[in-house]
């Protein structure tokens, strides 16, 4: 995949506009979407330094140079050894830059408080800043290859529920299905997961964030898979539900009613509207089916790099959908002692409207 350095030119070019000494990016996931540099630092040290008009660096532990120098990046990368401090070093780095005064940009939510201290040992006068509101509104809109590894994601979304489906059988556990999905996906080389695969049964497909345990599969349950694949770093998240055997009239209105939610969402979905009025037009079905208490998440939230980015799509969101936007469309109905289900896409708006990146059949499957 190809990053282009107007990534890093954005923001840049909006510290400059801010007020900005420079911003220090920690998270590896904002690395990874400015520089295409993978890494995980577990405890050590990452860290990428861009200014409003100084040449950028990146310090990152040794072992990791190779791959970081490498990356799309292509500007200074300075490594550390395990036994040197990785501050003295961004010292240096940021001694050598002369940087004027202004505001430090940082990401608060992810930050080790750790860190703000050791930063505020270089610059204790300089006040601080958030840029994380930049960062999610630049991750917000896909550019054309993020976009084509998020449609691979979804291919492989939909290749693991087959398998899943594939793998249900009167007895077998949630965990062995678990198990048999990701071997396959391993065999085919993808074994990388955008987040713990969920496979939930009967009453447990009432939890929408269950724990997959070892409840066998029985005659009349629902069965719930939500699962995603990561490509080139980014993930697809999709949701499948289906019967056992057979379903009951109750199970029959609940899938109706969501499948009916879910497809209304997804077509409603237009550049300029309301992301909470999206979520309203899910949730008025559901409510008026009579499960408006059973429905008791949001519609659906931001895909890319993260499982979980904004926007979130939730009622009280009164930001405004754009073309360049991925995001799930996922209602949910819940009922204790009967079970749950949900139905779940990763969805692309377009210029012309929205696109579905996840393509497995909704329809109500028996599985015999």
Known sequence: MTFLPDKIEKVEDWLKHHDGRFAYIADPINVYYLTHFKCDPHERFLGLFLFPDRDPFMVCPELEVGQARASSFGREVIGYRDDQDPWAIVGAALASRKTVSGKIYLEPSTLPYKKVLALKTLYNDAPLASIENLLAT????????????????????????????????????????????????????????????????????????????????????????????????????????????????????????????????IKAAQQGLRIGDLDGVARKIITDAGYGDYFTHRLGHGLGLGEHEEPSMSAANDGTLAAGMVFTVEPGIYVPEVGGVRIEDDVYLSEDGPVTLTHYPKELQIIS
Not at 195 to 212: C, K, R, W
């Open 138 to 265: 630049m991750r917000n809109i896909k550019d054309k290859d993020e976009l084509a590894a998020m449609k691979k994601a979804g291919e492989m979304a939909d290749y693991a529920v087959g398998l899943g489906i594939e793998a249900i059988k009167k007895g077998r556990t949630e965990r062995a299905i678990i198990a048999e999905i990701e071997y396959e996906l391993a065999k085919h080389g993808y074994s990388e997961m955008a987040f713990d695969t969920m496979v939930l049964t009967g009453e447990n497909s009432a939890a929408p964030h269950g724990y997959p345990g070892t409840r066998q599969i029985k005659e009349g349950d629902f069965v719930l898979f939500d699962l995603g694949v990561v490509i080139d770093g980014y993930c697809s998240d999709i949701t499948r539900t289906v019967c056992y055997k057979y379903a009951s009239d109750e199970q029959r209105k609940i899938y109706r009613t969501c499948l009916q939610a879910n497809k209304a969402a």
